[in-house]
């Protein structure tokens, strides 16, 4: 009987994994493949690294109040996954140009740091009503995609979406550690819910994966919008019912206090030279990370437009009017080869009607999805090598691999290759975070900590408005670009490695001729 049940279960798999497969194109089959093997990947490493966290015990009171924090900030989570996954695709659907599309992205990015900025002169109203301010600056800025390609207000929509991002990073997090000591519960609980969270966002993965994408294979990407708007409304009333509501509500200005942290934080860089290498690392990968974190839906969508429809761009450019031919200078040769740059490809897909790019089958919520995945591996493998190896060596290994992979994915035409190598970038942006942290709490003053941070995203939007204005019409040149930002901060991180082990000799040698007198 046992026999026959196995067969029978053997029988049901086999069968339903074949009707699975048939039912995705064969452009689609590497994405689904590479998301349940992540899944099960980061599962298990999951599991590995909660074998080794210690046991609490709490009580139900505590329970209670965990839960509720973790489904806030969960539900807030998943709503923004949604959104980061769909923004390009929304985009393309309402035919804007690319230049307005990265126009867009690059005013998000100074938004979020204009209003990080903001957050440390100005504190308005309590904690629990800037987590709910959050979710409500998150729905009006995805509303605005609705707009009908308005421009105006778009980048209304995109800097309330920078306002929001601001307050997710930093709202949240001050309400569980002000709420958690106010109710008088032990230090290590709060350990026990920051890990809570960590692998909360392994399920706001999947989840985002599963739903996200079976909402876009039915309503294509402003569903996937509409649900993010859903989610982001029901969260903000959740929170409100049932979040305790903490003392505050009065305006307190800072700009003074604000001015005297920006003035130690730089004259600490100008005589701390580690401190000074430790932002500029920052700067260099940070950079390239958030380049990506735009670049990736443009950039699959092409590589994979040009692998399933060159004979339909082919025809597009030797059939399309004399002006389109003239303004891109595309002729069928060139873009059957690749060599057109990808706002040529963009402009003559827009201009016919029949976009390339949003017409190519690939799942864009699926793809983000393996991609925040792939950056809580990374965290994982950092969490369970770092006693082993030390950060400067896991450290040096993540920037290399960041650099390989960006220079992988800029002279590779594979569909595929590119992928994968996405998939590298993201797993080593998962092992960089806690790295950084690490050389952060080593070198960075405490008192001023949280300014240096801040003039580190200033000083990345240096360098992420120019890259990305002058060389987002070319794949190629924007992934080279990225490669040798990490380039520089493997060099960096070299330097900061060799300076420590300097100081660490001269440290030996001084001691030892003490013991000599």
């Not at 209670?64 to 985009?91: D, K, P, R, W």
């Not at 929509?157 to 032990?186: E, T, W």
């Not at 490669?483 to 030996?508: C, H, P, R, W, Y």
Request: glycine share 6%.
């Amino acid at each position: 009987a046992i026999r026959s049940l196995n067969s029978i279960v053997v029988k049901v798999t086999f069968t339903s994994i074949q009707k699975l497969r048939s039912m995705i194109s064969e452009a689609e089959y590497i994405f689904f493949v590479a998301f349940g093997g992540l899944c099960v990947l980061v599962g298990l490493t999951m599991l590995k690294v909660q074998s080794t966290e210690p046991i609490t015990i709490t009580t139900a009171e505590f329970k209670t109040f965990q839960t509720n924090f973790l489904i806030g900030y969960m539900t807030v989570m998943m709503g923004e996954v949604l959104c980061v996954a769909s923004f390009f695709h929304i985009m393309t659907s309402l035919k804007m140009s690319f230049d307005d599309i990265t126009t867009l992205y690059i005013v998000s990015v100074g938004a979020t740091t204009i209003f990080g900025v903001i957050v440390e002169i100005f504190d308005i109203g309590s904690r629990r009503d800037k987590c709910v301010a959050t979710a409500l600056l998150y729905a009006i800025a995805t509303f605005t995609l609705f707009s009908g390609g308005n421009m105006e207000i778009l980048l209304l929509g995109r800097c309330l979406y920078g306002a929001g991002s601001v307050l997710l990073h930093s709202a949240f997090d001050s309400y569980l550690v002000h709420d958690h000591a106010s109710q008088g519960f032990p230090d290590d609980w709060l350990l026990h819910t920051f890990s809570k969270l960590a692998h909360g966002m392994t399920i706001v993965a999947i989840a985002s994966g599963i739903v996200g994408q079976s909402v876009a294979s039915l309503f294509g990407p402003s569903g996937v919008a509409v649900l993010s708007i859903i989610f982001f409304l029901c969260i903000a009333g959740f929170i409100l019912n049932t979040w305790n509501r903490d003392v505050g509500g009065s305006t307190k200005f800072m700009f003074s206090s604000f001015s005297q942290s920006v003035g130690q934080a730089i004259r600490s860089l100008r005589t701390n030279s580690q401190m000074s290498l430790v932002v500029s690392l920052s700067v260099m990968s940070e950079a390239s990370i958030l380049i990506f974190t735009f670049y990736w839906a443009p950039l699959l969508s092409t590589v994979f437009a040009d692998s399933i429809q060159l004979s339909t761009a082919a025809t597009v450019a030797s059939s399309g009017p004399p002006i389109v031919n003239l303004i891109s200078g595309a002729t069928p040769a060139a873009v059957s080869t690749g060599v057109v740059s990808s706002a040529t490809r963009y402009l003559l897909a827009t201009v016919q009607g029949s976009s390339v790019v949003a017409s190519t089958p690939i799942p864009f919520v699926l793809i983000y999805a393996t991609f925040t995945m792939s950056t809580m591996l990374g965290n994982y493998i950092y969490t369970l090598t770092i006693s082993k190896y030390g950060n400067d060596l896991i450290f040096q290994v993540v920037l290399i691999a960041n650099a390989a992979a960006f220079f992988l994915a800029s002279i590779s035409s594979s569909p595929q290759v590119v992928f994968m190598a996405s998939i590298v970038i993201q797993t080593c942006s998962g092992g960089y975070w806690p790295s950084i942290g690490w050389l952060r709490g080593r070198y960075f003053l405490p008192e001023v900590r949280s300014v240096t941070i801040t003039l580190t995203r200033v000083f990345t939007l240096f360098i992420i408005a120019p890259l990305l204005w002058s060389l987002h019409e070319s794949f190629t040149l924007t992934m080279l670009a990225c490669s040798g930002l990490n380039a520089v901060a493997v060099f960096l991180q070299f330097k900061i490695t060799q300076a420590e082990l300097k100081l660490q000799g001269e440290e030996d040698m001084y001691e030892y001729s003490e013991e000599e007198d």
